[in-house]
């Protein structure tokens, strides 16, 4: 999962421009006022992907814990009260390679930087931390990356550095 930043968009704000067209008008009238966070450059027939922790119908396990998709079976459980609007993440785009080898020779040029985190940490929402969440894995990882946080922290006077 790329962990990527808020837009100031909502999904209700896509649907109006012609995207998020996963979306009828039930599971609308659900998860419009979701944030939408930047998933990557590229658009696809499904410009907005929804990722969430629960087994729903429709859903697809991408990692152990983390499922895409299942919006409708998602909008039903939270209408139902069963879950909570906020435990699902829209994303605009995705960052897709043609070349198998891609990707990796990206991680070895430095462009991506793999990594495990938790399923809660993936899921986290990102609106109002005191600094962004793609710090605050790189100080869990700690060792070269803390220090490159660190060092990003301190270049950046919104940011609180902690000592």
């Not at 930043?5 to 009238?29: E, F, H, W």
């Amino acid at each position: 999962v790329t962990i990527n930043r808020p837009c100031s968009l909502t999904v209700r704000a896509l649907k109006q421009q012609g995207l998020a067209n996963i979306l009828d008008d039930y599971a609308m009238a659900v998860f419009g006022d979701q944030v939408v966070y930047l998933g990557g450059k590229v658009m696809a027939e499904e410009d907005v992907v929804v990722l969430h922790s629960h087994p729903l119908e429709g859903a697809t396990e991408v990692v152990p814990g983390i499922f895409m998709g299942g919006i409708q079976a998602a909008a039903a459980g939270v209408q139902a009260g069963e879950m909570q609007a906020d435990e699902f993440r829209f994303f605009l785009g995705s960052h897709k390679w043609d070349d198998p080898c891609q990707l990796s020779k990206e991680v070895r040029e430095g462009h991506w930087w793999p990594g495990a985190a938790s399923r809660p940490l993936i899921l986290k929402h990102c609106m109002g931390l005191p600094n962004p969440l793609y710090l605050e894995l790189l100080d869990i990882w700690g060792g070269e990356y803390k220090a490159w946080a660190k060092r990003e922290l301190s270049k950046r006077s919104d940011l609180e550095a902690e000592e």
